[in-house]
């Protein structure tokens, strides 16, 4: 299995930018799927962004990322990775990185079986 932990948070104004990290330890990296979800307080937690074992293949992300949001992997660091541009406060939440063993690119909690304990993202107006 594989050990994630994110980093990178932080409180930041509105229309900043912000990167997370997810340090993978454990299986192999490369064998595994990547993503990154969300969770306000009193909301379910929700997709953002997912990428392949690759990493120059697949990516997908959810409607609400418009283009702010670019997820990459460096494979060779055994990381991940979520550049947030134009940080809106609606996108205040717990982010986490999520892994699955597998080709498939896909965008289901329940899809993942590995998860970080998450990193706190505030944005301010």
């Known amino acids: 299995q594989v050990q994630l932990v994110e980093s990178g948070g932080g409180l930041v104004q509105a229309g900043d930018s912000l990167r997370l990290s997810c340090a993978a330890s454990?299986?192999?990296?490369?064998?595994?799927?990547a993503a990154w979800f969300r969770q306000a307080p009193g909301k379910e937690r929700e997709f953002v962004a997912a990428?392949?074992?690759?990493?120059?293949?697949?990516?997908r992300y959810a409607d609400f990322v418009n283009g702010r949001f670019t997820i990459s992997r460096d494979n060779a660091k055994s990381t991940a990775y979520l550049q947030m541009n134009s940080l809106k406060p609606e996108d205040t939440a717990v982010y986490y990185c999520?892994?699955?063993?597998?080709?498939?690119?896909?965008?289901?909690?329940?899809?993942?079986?590995?998860w970080g304990q998450g990193t706190q993202v505030t944005v301010s107006s």
């Open positions: 999520a892994a699955r063993a597998g080709a498939l690119v896909l965008i289901g909690r329940d899809d993942y079986n590995y």
């Open positions: 454990g299986r192999t990296f490369s064998t595994y799927g």
């Open positions: 990428i392949s074992r690759s990493g120059g293949g697949t990516t």
